[in-house]
Every structure is written in C-alpha cells, then in structure tokens.
C-alpha cells in the first residue's frame, strides 16, 4: 500500500534495488517503491528518515514521469520537500499534530513531488544551477562525500556541466570545495566554543579524512600551520604578541 520518502540525515547508506545501486549520502532523498526488493547497506553510523506515502496517491503522478530512485533537491520545490521532511523528524511539528493536519502534511509532500518528477535542467539558467551548486556545497561541506561526482549525480547533470558552472571564476569545483572548507576550517580553530576540540576533530569535521593533508593545505592557504594559526589567537587576545619558539623545539 505505501511508498517510502527517506531522508538520509547523517552517514551514508548504500541501496540496492532489482536494477541498480544507489548511494545515498548526508541530506539526500530517494523515494522507494516498497513492492520492489530493496536492501539498505549502512556505510559506518548513519541517521535517516522514513515517511510512508500511499501508493494510490503516487499512481497519479505517473502521468507526470513519477521516478523512484534518488531525487534531486535543485529547485524550490527540492528545497521545501527536504526541509518539511526534517521538521517532521525533530519533532518540532508534534504539538500541532491531528489527523486532519496528517493528511494536508501527506498531500503536500505529494504535491511538492510533481514538480521534482518533471524538472529539466535545461530550462534553469547557468546563474541559478551555479547558486544551486554553491548551496548543496554548503550543505554537504563536513561530508567526506562530497566530490564532484556526487554533487553531478544529485544535480542530475554530467561533471562536465558542473565544472563548467565555475569556469566563469577560472575556479574549478574541487577548489572551491577546498577553499570553503579551509574558511570554515579556520573559523572553528578561532571559535572559544571549539578550544577544547584538537585539529583532528576540526578536520574531520569540515569533510578531511587526513589530518596530515589537512595541515599542509591549510599551510598552503595561510603560511602557517593550524597549530601556530589557533596559538596566535589565543597570543593575540592574551597579549603576548609573537613569541619566537626555541631552536630545537616542535
């Protein structure tokens, strides 16, 4: 009788379906078809969302090219399903919970559906897939996952097309990816809040799987490493200034 919209909140998760395998990373949707065989392989920890929707509802959008598999979130309608889902899974919404508000939640996650069964990016200006691009890094930023490869498939769109997004800047994808995690990067290692966390942590958390790697890029960007950059904060709002370490000393 139902269908499942699932989010996949946090980890990655592999699905194997009759044809295919997908991969399902941090802040993705898919809509499975439960009357198929489907089997969820989690990769590591992993947190999702599941909201069944019923079959007859979705048997009218059929006409419209109704796709199961992975959605794409480009577009408005994308953006709005994702966050409704969310806000379903917080918890946030229960106090309003009744029937009556089950059921226009239910039609309006099959309506926001439609237009995401339909969308062609050829209709989207350069412009607009660009912002769209630059958001879904944003969103994905602490993910080991995201690449280029990922952010093509999400955006239904070749990694050819994606590169050329950013070829206006004379940047490529993977730098930008770069750029943005070491600012952020930076940011955490300056936040009181994050003094208690190592380097380490901070790394892995903005997406880096190899604190060695994550030093000498974040060297290459600031002429320094993280370390000396986090210890000249904490210099500076102490006033001590610069201090030179002893010969001999790491």
Not at 40 to 48: I, V, Y
Not at 106 to 134: F, G, K, T, W
Request: proline share 3%; charged share 20%; glycine share 6%.
């Amino acid at each position: 009788r139902f269908c499942f919209l699932v989010l996949q909140q946090q980890g990655a998760m592999e699905i194997l379906l009759e044809s295919h395998t997908l991969q399902l990373q941090e802040g993705e949707l898919a809509l499975l078809d439960s009357a198929r065989a489907i089997e969820m392989l989690p990769r590591g920890l992993f947190r999702h969302v599941s909201i069944h929707l019923p079959r007859n509802k979705l048997d009218a959008l059929r006409g419209q090219a109704c796709r199961y598999g992975k959605l794409s979130t480009v577009g408005m309608s994308g953006q709005l399903l994702r966050t409704m889902v969310r806000q379903v899974a917080s918890g946030e919404l229960d106090h309003w919970a009744n029937a009556e508000e089950g059921g226009a939640l239910e039609n309006a996650l099959i309506s926001l559906l439609q237009p995401m069964m339909q969308y062609d990016l050829r209709n989207v200006p350069m412009d607009s897939l660009r912002l769209q691009a630059e958001r879904l890094i944003r969103e994905q930023l602490g993910s080991a996952q995201l690449s280029p490869a990922s952010m093509a498939e999400q955006m239904r769109m070749s990694v050819r097309q994606l590169y050329r997004l950013f070829e206006s800047d004379n940047e490529s994808v993977c730098r930008y990816i770069q750029r943005k995690r070491l600012e952020q990067a930076a940011l955490s290692l300056l936040e009181p809040a994050l003094a208690h966390r190592s380097i380490t942590d901070i790394a892995f958390a903005w997406g880096y799987q190899d604190a060695a790697h994550f030093s000498r890029v974040f060297r290459s960007l600031h002429a320094c490493s993280p370390r000396e950059y986090r210890q000249r904060k904490a210099m500076h709002e102490t006033g001590q200034g610069d201090v030179t370490a002893p010969v001999g000393t790491v």
